[in-house]
């Protein structure tokens, strides 16, 4: 497998990661440099560790997985979205205010965004592949998108304001949605 295929695995996989930092950015939820780091660095963390467990787990456990990721991924990114979308539409000060960027909140995102990643290593398993390799520039490359979406997500927030919280819940919706549409119908 050549640097250019591996480019393109790795932009493909880094779509996802790429849309829900820019949809947290534009929500406000990346106001400080920690917020930033921390989005970036563990969408590419995650990025980098799922197509090793793939690789690691082999040819077994792929019917597995396939049977439900899509689900998971779903329903995670369903979960986080409302959750998004409700706080959007509170007009008080104390709406509900989870940063994306910790805790279970960013463990769910960053396994929801990387399940296909998973499913790759278990692919670059089955063609012999030296999963090290395309690992770290999956990882670099989702770093890197991660922090450039979070750049236009913020730009977005300072125009739009609170409304980019529903609009940004309402990506996540689709982006789950999407995940769905392409299990089914693709």
Same mark, same amino acid.
């Given at each position: 497998m050549g640097?250019? %295929?591996? @480019?393109?695995?790795?932009?493909?996989?880094?779509?996802?990661?790429?849309?829900?930092?820019?949809?947290?950015?534009? /929500?406000? !939820?990346?106001?400080?440099?920690? &917020?930033v780091f921390r989005l970036a660095f563990h969408f590419g963390l995650f990025q980098f560790i799922m197509p090793v467990i793939g690789w690691f787990l082999g040819v077994g456990f792929v019917s597995y997985i396939k049977?439900?990721?899509?689900?998971?991924? !779903?329903? +995670? +990114?369903?979960?986080?979205?409302?959750?998004? =979308? !409700?706080?959007?539409?509170?007009?008080? %000060?104390?709406?509900?205010?989870?940063?994306?960027?910790?805790?279970?909140?960013?463990?769910? #995102?960053? =396994?929801?965004?990387?399940? %296909?990643?998973?499913a790759i290593g278990l692919t670059l398993a089955m063609l012999g592949v030296? @999963?090290?390799?395309? /690992?770290? =520039?999956?990882?670099? @490359?989702?770093?890197?998108?991660? #922090? +450039? &979406? =979070?750049? @236009?997500g913020k730009r977005l927030g300072v125009l739009f304001g609170k409304r980019m919280e529903i609009v940004g819940g309402l990506i996540l919706i689709f982006i789950g949605s999407r995940i769905l549409f392409f299990e089914f119908f693709v």
């Open positions: 640097i250019v %295929d591996v @480019i393109v695995i790795a932009v493909g996989l880094a779509m996802d990661a790429a849309a829900v930092c820019r949809a947290a950015a534009a /929500s406000g !939820f990346a106001k400080d440099g920690r &917020a049977a439900f990721d899509h689900w998971v991924a !779903f329903g +995670l +990114l369903l979960f986080v979205g409302g959750r998004m =979308i !409700f706080s959007g539409m509170d007009s008080s %000060d104390n709406a509900i205010k989870k940063d994306p960027s910790r805790g279970m909140t960013m463990v769910m #995102l960053s =396994i929801a965004t990387s399940i %296909d990643a998973l030296n @999963i090290w390799y395309p /690992s770290v =520039i999956i990882g670099v @490359i989702t770093g890197g998108m991660s #922090l +450039l &979406a =979070i750049g @236009i």
